[in-house]
């Protein structure tokens, strides 16, 4: 990474960090949804991030002391805990996208608006996009660019399809 592109990135973490640092700790209780029924993957992501902050996250860190697929955390979060734990995500993508590609995908791709999905998965990727304010959809955007821009376009089909879902969803904001 040259100079230039690692100066950038560190504006986009500021970005990013200022953007999301008011959002609330979801509290304790509410980092999943609650259920009638027992899902031993949601606990377990409930148990990894009990007490975290955002800022906490890193892929070293989840990689050894989560004991599932780090891909699926952010799936399994409630709408408040998504929220508050997307730019600790986020930031990985920016500083830990060779080796946590695939965590880093996923945080980016619930942007991807694919008309593939299924409805109910398009109604709940919306339901999250929409918790984002304008000025932390500006910090996703520049760190999606900086990703494309670093790793060039066309380098991963996921992280173009995330992009273009976030364009096409800013373009619908009033």
Do not use: C
């Not at 999905?117 to 000025?135: G, H, I, M, N, P």
Request: aromatic residues 14%; without cysteine.
């Amino acid at each position: 990474m040259n100079e230039w592109s690692s100066l950038e990135r560190r504006k986009i973490e500021n970005q990013v960090v200022k953007a999301f640092q008011d959002v609330p700790y979801p509290g304790d209780d509410n980092i999943v949804p609650a259920k009638k029924y027992r899902n031993l993957e949601a606990e377990g992501v409930a148990n990894y991030l009990r007490g975290k902050s955002w800022r906490d996250l890193n892929y070293e860190s989840i990689y050894r002391d989560y004991p599932g697929d780090s891909s699926a955390i952010l799936a399994f979060l409630s709408l408040p805990a998504f929220h508050f734990f997307y730019p600790g995500f986020l930031l990985i993508s920016l500083n830990e996208f060779d080796s946590a590609d695939m965590t880093a995908l996923a945080a980016l791709r619930v942007f991807d608006d694919d008309s593939r999905f299924a409805a109910d998965v398009l109604d709940f990727k919306r339901r999250r996009t929409q918790v984002f304010s304008s000025e932390q959809l500006a910090a996703i955007q520049a760190a999606m660019v900086w990703l494309q821009k670093r790793f060039g376009s066309g380098f991963s089909l996921e992280l173009d399809d995330a992009a273009s879902g976030l364009s096409n969803f800013m373009r619908r904001l009033p």
